[in-house]
Each structure stands twice: as C-alpha cells, then as structure tokens.
T-cell receptor
Framework: GIQVEQSPPDLILQEGANSTLRCNFS?????LQWFHQNPWGQLINLFY???GTKQNGRLSATTVATERYSLLYISSSQTTDSGVYFC????????????FGKGTLLTVNP | DAGVTQSPTHLIKTRGQQVTLRCSPK?????VSWYQQALGQGPQFIFQ???????QRGNFPDRFSGHQFPNYSSELNVNALLLGDSALYLC?????????????FGNGTRLTVT
C-alpha cells in the first residue's frame, strides 16, 4: 500500500517562530488532507489540498502532486498550535480510505 | 449544521467483553468510515460503510464488525475485547457523490480495556 512519511517527528518552537512540516507519499493520490489533533484527541481539518497552494490565516499548505510531497507552513506560532499534525492521503483509485502518516508532534513554548 | 457526532466519549470495559460505539454522520453525508488510533500512532482504517453495506475493510480481525442504518448512522462492534483494543476510535463521514472532497471526523470514543 501507499507509504506516507512525515518529518520531523518532533518539533519544539518558541512562540512567534515559523515552521515547515513535510509529508512525502509514495504513489499518486486523489485526496490529501492536513489535520491538527489537539491534546483532547479532536482531529481538526486544516486543509484539503490534493494539489496547489492554500492559505488560512497563519497556516498555509502546498502540495506538489507530481513530486509526491506536501508542506504545511505555520507562521508566528502560538502555544495553541501545539499538538500533533497529521498528513493523510487517499491513494489514486481508492475511495475515501485515508492512509495517515505517523504525525509531527509540535510543542510551542511561551 | 451538525458535524459528525460519536457516543459515548469514554468507555471502560473488561477483557472478553463486547462493546458498541455509535456515530452519526455530518448532515448530507452518506458514507461512514471507522478508524482506530492507538496511543502515539496515526489513525488506522478499520472499515467503511455505504448503502448499509461494508464496502472496504482494513487489516482488522472479524472481532470488529459494523452496521449502517437507513439514516446513515453507524455502529462499530468489537467482540472478545483484548487489552490491545484500547484506543481512540474515530468515525469519519463523507458524501459518495462528491469523491474528491474532504472527510470530516468526529471527536472520537476513547476505549480502555482492563
């Protein structure tokens, strides 16, 4: 099956810093989503981005489907950004079966 | 517009028991998928239901079964619980007629098996 690799596995930042999270995938995809999981386990949709670039406030994401990677940018980080960030993909030809990476654990210190 | 709702939020069971978890999809969605998330891991696909039938299944034993009702809500049943079944169980919904659209997740049910 498709492989999804996220890096770095852990990231510690000071409030106000910027960061880039990466997601590599091993095959073509129909769907790519970025999620933020808060400490209570709630999985929050950040972006649906199978290709192209999107921005939402301090967050933005870019997916280069032909090169099989996606990047999530967090600018001016805040302590509330802490949590685990997951990249998840639906392989080409599949239907809604999301395959998740192992996540990036982000800690933002005040 | 209600999102995906799951119940209960927390559950404690004993090894060997059986458990039923419930999910109501987002309004307008007709497809429900279940995921298991062990501590420190990403969610793993269990199975997906559409038109009241299991359509896809991940690498989970037959102890895991499900059901979808005519109103699109769904249940996940786990029999003969093992300690390793302790996890966060997430439900996700989607709309079959719009395959290239994001999945929406509920807040999950945290199951502890003692």
């Amino acid at each position: 099956g498709i492989q999804v690799e996220q890096s770095p596995p852990d990231l510690i930042l000071q409030e106000g810093a910027n960061s880039t999270l990466r997601c590599n995938f091993s095959d073509s995809v129909n769907n790519l989503q970025w999620f933020h999981q808060n400490p209570w386990g709630q999985l929050i949709n950040l972006f649906y981005i199978p290709s192209g670039t999107k921005q939402n406030g301090r967050l933005s994401a870019t997916t280069v489907a032909t090169e099989r990677y996606s990047l999530l940018y967090i600018s001016s980080s805040q302590t509330t950004d802490s949590g685990v960030y997951f990249c998840a993909v639906v392989p080409g030809g599949s239907n809604y079966k999301l395959t998740f990476g192992k996540g990036t654990l982000l800690t933002v210190n005040p | 517009d209600a999102g995906v709702t799951q119940s209960p939020t927390h559950l404690i069971k004993t090894r060997g028991q059986q458990v039923t978890l419930r999910c109501s999809p987002k309004s307008g969605h007709d497809t429900v998928s279940w995921y298991q998330q062990a501590l420190g891991q990403g969610p793993q696909f269990i199975f997906q239901y559409y038109e009241e039938e299991e359509r896809q299944r991940g690498n989970f034993p037959d102890r895991f079964s499900g059901h979808q009702f005519p109103n699109y809500s769904s249940e996940l049943n786990v029999n003969a619980l093992l300690l390793g079944d302790s996890a966060l169980y997430l439900c996700a919904s989607s709309f079959e007629a719009r395959p290239l659209s994001p999945l929406h997740f509920g807040n999950g049910t945290r199951l502890t098996v003692t």
